[in-house]
Nanobody, 124 residues
């Protein structure tokens, strides 16, 4: 199994910054894409930013120029640097990883894994 543990959320004033981290652990053969999603109250989960194992990134238009995603492949960790935060960035942020790992049956399988979520609250 693969576990994703997020950290770095919290309360910040508008215009401030936060850095989220997500470390993957467990019986990992390889990790392909990693990313961050968020869900605000009453909305659907949306992609914030993603990064491939080669370092190619994409992000939502709403965060371009403010948020930066990066990863450390040696540590199986992905980061989200969030600057110029706005109240509309308030949400629970979830880490995602597409990883190849052995399942309970012993079969090596590629699938999505999710973190437990970390709350980001931006006050106006």
């Amino acid at each position: 199994q693969v576990q994703l543990v997020e950290s770095g959320g919290g309360l910040v004033q508008a215009g401030g910054s936060l850095r989220l981290s997500c470390a993957a652990s467990g019986s990992i053969f390889s990790i392909n894409d990693m990313g961050w999603y968020r869900r605000a109250p009453g909305t659907k989960r949306e992609l914030v930013a993603a990064i491939t194992s080669d370092g190619f990134t994409n992000s939502a238009d709403s965060v371009k120029g403010r948020f930066t995603i990066s990863r450390d492949n040696a540590k199986n960790t992905v980061y989200l640097q969030m600057n110029s935060l706005k109240p509309e960035d308030t949400a629970v942020y979830y880490c995602n990883a597409v990883a190849t790992a052995p399942q309970a049956t012993g079969v090596m399988t590629i699938r999505d894994y999710w973190g437990q979520g970390t709350q980001v609250t931006v006050s106006s």
